[in-house]
Nanobody, 122 residues
């Protein structure tokens, strides 16, 4: 069984930065692709970024490419998302997810965290 716990959300001004963390509890951290999704009020959950189990492959949505960066720490079994140059369009609840491969569709992910709120003020 896998549990994911996100942290690091908060309120930031436009142009600011935040670092989200996702703690992985369970076995086989390196066998899971790890991803971030986000969901704004009234909108569907959307893919943000994903990193493969080995850490060698990454994929970012066009809306965050060049501003957000993923990293994973195998010793601490954590996933981090460094978010720079934030704008109000980035405001959402951010969810960490663990899945079997590098896919963007949320339906492939079995394990989800509870979410952390990110709010960017204008």
């Amino acid at each position: 069984q896998v549990q994911l716990v996100e942290s690091g959300g908060g309120l930031v001004q436009t142009g600011g930065a935040l670092n989200l963390s996702c703690a992985f509890f369970g076995e086989s951290f390196s066998l899971h692709a790890m991803a971030w999704f986000r969901q704004a009020p009234g909108k569907e959950r959307e893919f943000v970024a994903i990193i493969g189990g080995s850490g060698n492959s990454e994929d970012y949505s066009d809306s965050v490419k060049g501003r957000f960066t993923l990293s994973r720490d195998y010793a601490r079994k954590t996933l981090s998302l460094q978010m720079n140059s934030l704008n109000p369009g980035d405001s959402a609840v951010y969810y960490c997810a663990a899945g079997p491969s590098l896919v963007r569709s949320a339906r492939w992910y079995k394990y989800w965290g509870q979410g952390t709120q990110v709010t960017v003020s204008s």
